[in-house]
């Protein structure tokens, strides 16, 4: 059993598949054909690699496991320092591998999700977006030329992961006052271009000035690993955009995706949807960002419905001492009405007397 959780670096994984012995190949070969069923190819290789972590955490088979090193694994799991809807990931998939070849629920009863409230994934707000401030504050801590074009680049298109790690300077035109970039999505297998300009195009035209490596060719990744040929990892990505958060003390967990949601909540908003579907790679996508900007729609209730227009807070303030104005006269002319009526009665006593 190994001593604390590993970070694995890319490939790493590849390399211990490899050490795994035929019995092992074949209980996760029956496991992951079950999850291809509603998984696709992608999401079957990562589950593939989540399975391998238990193996190489325990340093025990796939197939020898016990409820004692089962509950090791999660201990080690428990306090690496992982996101714990990553933790929740790895236990769910674990967990389902190890009562597919053991049929033992006493073995994995302790594999419960964290409970953990906030945010997620799939769980978010129109409150959790990114501002514009909050990207002024991360670019305050970016380290490098390469992680300030990044976090501008990434805000500005809302692109996947995948697409702009994979993003290569062939797909990269600049022009007088904008830049385009061809982004290829592995999900969907299409192409699409994003005009970037100001800020951002100048970090991107900067970064390509002090890029890594010398005598940049076409082929070259615009964000690379330690490694010219690959691209660098979505663990990479996130793990930079979520120190640079920190260190801005931001109220909020950052990560790839929030990007992406933020932008396609603020385009949805002001374009039209076919417009936004071809920008972000969507298809039929704008009931997945509906739920998100309630903002939106508040204001246009009150605005064309309940007829409340926003106005500028001069414009308040003149409303207010109007209306103030308004109050004052009122109780003055009340008190002399009162004084008028009091004269009223006196003289319809007197004359009865």
């Known amino acids: 059993m190994k001593q604390e959780y590993p970070r694995y670096k890319q490939g790493e994984l590849d390399l211990i598949e490899k050490k795994i012995c035929d019995k092992d190949k074949v209980a996760l070969n029956e496991f992951t054909k079950k999850c291809s069923i509603t998984s696709g190819e992608r999401k079957v290789k990562q589950i593939r690699k989540l399975i391998l972590q238990l193996f190489d955490v325990t340093q025990i088979p796939l197939t020898q496991q016990t409820k004692e090193t089962a509950d090791s694994f999660l201990v080690l799991l428990n306090k690496c320092d992982k996101s714990y809807w990553t933790k929740d990931e790895i236990k ?44 002024e504050k991360m670019l305050r801590f970016a380290q490098s030329y390469k992680e300030k074009c990044y976090l501008l680049l990434v805000f500005q298109t809302g692109a996947r992961p995948q697409e702009l790690a994979e993003l290569k300077w062939s797909e990269v035109k600049f022009e007088d006052k904008y830049a ?38 076409p082929n070259d990744y615009v964000f690379p690993s330690r490694w010219r040929n690959k691209p660098i990892t979505s663990a990479g990505l996130n ?49 997945i960002y ?21 106005m500028p807070q001069e414009k308040k303030n003149e409303l207010e001492l109007e209306v103030a104005t308004l109050k004052k006269n009122y109780k003055n002319l009340h008190k002399e009405f009162q004084k008028f009526a009091g004269r009223v009665v006196a003289t319809n006593i007197s004359s009865k007397i």
């Open 290 to 310: 509906a739920h998100i900007s309630s903002k939106k729609a508040r204001e246009e209730m009150l605005s064309k419905i309940y007829k409340i227009d926003d």
């Open 239 to 287: 793990k930079m955009l979520r120190r640079m958060s920190e260190s801005a003390g931001l109220n909020k967990d950052v990560w790839n995706y929030l990007f992406r949601h933020t932008r396609a909540t603020r385009l949805y908003e002001e374009l039209p949807q076919q417009i936004v579907e071809k920008l972000m790679g969507h298809k039929n996508m704008a009931g």
């Open 92 to 135: 769910i998939y674990v967990k389902n591998f190890l009562l597919n070849y053991y049929k033992d629920y006493a073995m994995v009863e302790n594999f419960k999700s964290s409970g953990k409230k906030g945010l997620n994934p799939q769980k978010i707000t129109e409150n959790n977006l990114i501002s514009e401030k909050d990207v």
């Open 180 to 217: 385009e970039v061809t982004l290829f999505s592995n999900k969907t297998k299409q192409s699409r271009s994003f005009p970037i300009v100001e800020k951002t195009k100048e970090a991107l035209w900067e970064w390509k000035q002090h890029y890594s490596f010398q005598d940049i060719k």
